[in-house]
């Protein structure tokens, strides 16, 4: 009888990217609609940013630490593919160091022309990010399933949660199951202690919930 070989579950990174989708979608919109000289609004929406552009680092840094070289050692036919995914990856990081450019400019004046140039420079982070995100769930997952073992597919998330302060653990969390679907949000709940899922339903899915409400309310 052949064994059956355990494989990574691979939606996980799905799930992590419709995070970057959803924020990458929503903060040139809410960046857009404030109001000139509203230095508060510039100050929340600047911090979102910033965590927005932190978590997408450590994520594109896991991947490039601990996924493409196993992948490079394994996937000789597709060594193209992977080393594009590199370049994507600075291509973002590019368009990111100018959006923390205007960030700082825009926080510090919550002037129009600063609003107007920090929209611009997220609406071409987007662009460059989905061709990126795109590309990796329609040609990258399928490899990781194949050649990645569970265990070094699971330290990709181990990473990303060492990197992340325990006080943003929770906020982290919500914003992984704001739109996942019931499997999904079983599938992130289950692994965690008992103590850790109550005090999700308890604190921090309604925390989450009211700091969404006070950001993109308009």
């Known amino acids: 009888m052949t064994a059956t070989v355990e494989r990574p579950w691979v939606q996980e990174m ?18 857009a609609a404030a109001r000139v000289g ?4 510039a100050v929340l929406l600047a911090g979102l940013a910033r965590e927005y552009i932190e978590g997408l680092h450590h994520h594109h840094t896991a991947e490039d630490e601990l996924l493409w070289p196993k992948l490079l050692a394994r996937v000789d036919l597709d060594a193209e593919l992977v080393l594009r995914m590199e370049q994507q990856h600075h291509v973002v990081a590019e ?3 100018e959006v923390e450019r205007r ?35 329609r040609h990258i997952l399928p490899l990781v399933y194949e050649h990645i073992t569970v265990k070094e597919w699971a330290a990709l998330g181990e990473s990303g949660m060492e990197k992340t302060p325990k006080d943003k ?14 499997e999904e949000t079983a599938r992130f709940l289950s692994p965690l202690p008992l103590p850790a899922r109550l005090l999700w339903y308890t604190v921090g899915k309604r925390a989450y919930a009211k700091r969404m409400r006070k950001v993109r309310t308009i």
Not at 14 to 31: A, G, I, K, Q, T
Not at 108 to 137: F, K, P, Q, S, V
Request: net charge negative; glycine share 4%.
């Open 169 to 182: 653990l929770l906020f982290l969390l919500g914003a992984l199951l704001e739109d996942a679907t019931p």
């Open 103 to 137: 960030l700082t400019a825009w926080e510090r004046t919550a002037g129009a022309a600063e609003r107007d140039a920090l929209a611009d420079a997220l609406r071409r982070h987007r662009e460059d990010l989905l061709i990126h995100l795109d590309e990796e769930e």
């Open 14 to 31: 799905v799930v992590v990217h419709r995070v970057f989708r959803r924020e990458s979608r929503n903060l040139p919109d809410l960046v």
């Open 95 to 97: 368009g990111l160091e």
């Open 38 to 41: 509203d230095t508060a609004r």
